[in-house]
């Protein structure tokens, strides 16, 4: 089995976090989704919980909204999750967002789009930590192909009753200034 922990905080980002606990094992049989409230035994203390089926992680899904990039949950859980990259790896998706939205600890992950191909990737490294359990490319390609629509169309209905594609500056033009100039002096006084 390979474990992967969907990562949430927010009433929207929770809805798309069960959609993909459900869709997940569809798509490969072999993974394992690990997703609260639901995974916590009742009378279980959960952050010891939590904290070990972080540990045991092989892909971490973090479900990053609008509502929630900022929340204290989602960054304890991304950095447990990337405290140790040569084992798990940690996939932020972006639902109704911008990379340029991000700032801080979540910039520094190679964020995916909630769309088919860039989130075929999310798929394919967890079928890749599936090791010898992991399907064939092709394989994973056909089942891939015909489960996507499914889980575009619950996605897709979820950001629309959550008003969550409502656009708006979440960072002013300034603030990316200021950190493209902090990272540029950055780079050149590492060099």
């Not at 922990?5 to 997940?24: D, N, P």
């Not at 991000?102 to 890749?128: C, H, M, W, Y």
């Not at 209905?157 to 500056?169: H, K, S, V, Y």
Request: glycine share 6%.
């Amino acid at each position: 089995m390979t474990n992967v922990f969907i990562s949430w905080s927010g009433e929207t980002s929770r809805k798309i976090a069960e959609e993909l606990y459900r869709w997940i094992p569809s798509v490969l049989q072999f993974a394992q989704p690990y997703f609260t409230p639901n995974d916590v035994e009742k009378g279980a203390k959960w952050s010891s919980e939590i904290a070990q089926k972080l540990s045991d992680t092989h892909v971490g899904v973090i479900c990053l909204t609008r509502e929630n990039y900022e929340k204290s949950w989602i960054l304890f859980e991304a950095g447990a999750l990337s405290k140790d990259l040569g084992k798990s790896k940690v996939c932020s998706v972006l639902f109704g967002m911008e990379n340029t939205d991000l700032s801080g600890p979540l910039a520094t992950f190679q964020t995916t789009n909630f769309d088919k191909d860039d989130f075929r990737k999310v798929l394919s490294t967890i079928n890749e930590a599936g090791e010898d359990n992991h399907l064939p490319k092709d394989t994973f390609d056909r089942v891939f192909e015909m489960w996507w629509p499914q889980l575009e169309a619950k996605i897709s209905e979820i950001m629309t009753d959550e008003g969550a594609q409502e656009r708006g500056e979440l960072r002013s033009e300034r603030e990316l200034l200021e950190e493209v100039l902090s990272l540029s002096l950055l780079i050149v006084t590492e060099n």
